[in-house]
């Protein structure tokens, strides 16, 4: 299975607050990423935290780790339906590891 | 512009024919990838290389092969030998200490 697990699916209304969660298995993991992806498009960063930090807030974005957990979450706040795409998270060690991407629906 | 570039964006073969696909990068990156994407699943990593003359499998790699004679070029062969190719694949690239992969638009291969 996945080392890198997330939910598939989201649905939020526009202007509402998305939260995507991810669980990761390594705990030697130096970076951890969010990743989105638009249909038939490459991956663009989205944003990324190093494992020594809570948290990062990049204007919409905020970025959640709990090391003890292994958990890591997206949260987009004002949801726009531009926002609509498959996110995806990664773990970074001497390889990167992806989970299966969590695609968001954004219903006006 | 620096950017990651992979063409052609669509590719139709037959099967039983070997077909290799284009990645160039100018962003000046010592690390490529190569992962492919099926529907409703991550990505699935088929060989990488870490610097020029070097490149290791990756979890997928059998039915692929790879080559790194220049820093900014990694072409990636799907040969016969590959099961099931239709997919979409995807180049990356990327320096240590810097945040990334970043990656490219991907292509996506249909063998009829």
């Known amino acids: 299975g996945e080392d890198v697990e997330q939910s598939l699916f989201l649905s939020v209304r526009e202007g509402d607050s998305s939260v995507i969660n991810c669980t990761y298995t390594?705990?030697?993991?130096?970076?951890l990423y969010w990743y989105k992806q638009e249909p038939g498009a490459g991956l663009q960063l989205l944003t990324y935290?190093?494992?020594?930090?809570d948290m990062k807030q990049d204007q919409r974005l905020t970025v959640l780790l709990n090391k003890k957990d292994k958990h890591l979450s997206l949260r987009i706040a004002d949801t726009q339906t531009g926002d609509s795409a498959i996110y995806f998270c990664?773990?970074?060690?001497?390889?990167?590891?992806f989970g299966a991407g969590t695609r968001l629906t954004v219903k006006p | 512009d620096g950017g990651i570039t992979q063409s052609p964006k669509y590719l139709f073969r037959k099967e039983g024919q070997n077909v290799t696909l284009s990645c160039e990068q100018n962003?000046?990156?010592?690390?490529m990838y190569w992962y492919r994407q099926d529907p409703g699943q991550g990505l699935r990593l088929i060989y990488y290389?870490?610097?020029?003359?070097?490149?290791q499998k990756g979890d997928i790699a059998e039915g692929y092969s790879v080559s790194r004679e220049k820093k900014e070029s990694f072409p990636l062969t799907v040969t016969s030998a590959q099961k099931n190719p239709t997919a979409f694949y995807l180049c990356?690239?990327?320096?240590?200490?810097?945040?990334?992969?970043?990656f490219g638009p991907g292509t996506r291969l249909t063998v009829l």
């Open positions: 962003l000046n990156h010592d690390a």
């Open positions: 990356a690239s990327s320096d240590p200490g810097t945040p990334g992969p970043f």
């Open positions: 990664a773990e970074v060690n001497n390889d990167m590891r």
């Open positions: 290389s870490q610097i020029v003359n070097d490149f």
């Open positions: 935290i190093f494992s020594n930090m």
């Open positions: 390594d705990s030697s993991s130096t970076y």
